[in-house]
Every structure is written in structure tokens, then in C-alpha cells.
């Protein structure tokens, strides 16, 4: 068996998964040839680990970024535990009373 280095293969290590794959790939390069299929009205990303950093960092600063857990540094939002996202997703569509998200920014700059 050769080793991953070998196989031209990146290693990254997240919050309950290892995913290898070929460095010249990633969510952020998905995100950029899906956005290119279309014009979208909205676009919203969420994701809880450091493989979804280029997927936030690639979308446009009128798509809503948003980090589960801690902050991210190019994810505008954060919502803290896992088991709000769905109740928070519900609150957008109109089913439910929501987590709510945070911004990364202090209060005083959402007004």
C-alpha cells in the first residue's frame, strides 16, 4: 500500500471524520462551479468543520456563511450546538420559533 503522501493525496482531519482527497479539489472549488450553473436568489452555506473553511471562503459576501460551533474566520454567522440548525432553519422557512444565529461581529455593528 503506498502512503497518501505518495498517492498525491491531502489528509484532513475534522471533528469526526479524516477525509482524503486531491489537493487540487475542495468545497470551495464545488461551491464556485455550482454558483456558475446559475443565477441564484439566495445562497446560504453551513457547515460545523475546518473542510467547510473554502466553501465559506469562496461564496460572495451577499451569501449568508454560517459556522456550527465555534467561530469560523470566514463564516459571518455562528449558531453554537449542532441541534439548533434544524430548529433555526425552521424558524427562516416560517415552521418553528428557531435558535437564532449570531453574528462573528459585536452587536453594535448589525444596526
Not at 479524516?18 to 443565477?39: A, C, H, T
Not at 457547515?47 to 471562503?57: A, K, L, Q, V
Not at 460572495?60 to 433555526?88: E, M, N, W
Request: proline share 5%; charged share 30%.
Amino acid at each position: 500500500m503506498r502512503p497518501v503522501a505518495a498517492s498525491g493525496l491531502q489528509v484532513m482531519r475534522g471533528r469526526k471524520i479524516v477525509e482524503l482527497k486531491v489537493p487540487e479539489f475542495n468545497k470551495g472549488q464545488e461551491i464556485r462551479r455550482l454558483l456558475d450553473k446559475g443565477p441564484y436568489d439566495f445562497v446560504m452555506a453551513i457547515g460545523d468543520d475546518i473542510t467547510d473553511e473554502d466553501m465559506f471562503s469562496a461564496l460572495d459576501c451577499d451569501a449568508v456563511t454560517i459556522k456550527v460551533g465555534r467561530f469560523s474566520d470566514s463564516a459571518k454567522y455562528s449558531i453554537p450546538f449542532q441541534h439548533d440548525v434544524l430548529p433555526f432553519i425552521e424558524f427562516l422557512s416560517g415552521d418553528g420559533n428557531g435558535a437564532g444565529a449570531t453574528r462573528r461581529e459585536p452587536a453594535a455593528a448589525w444596526a
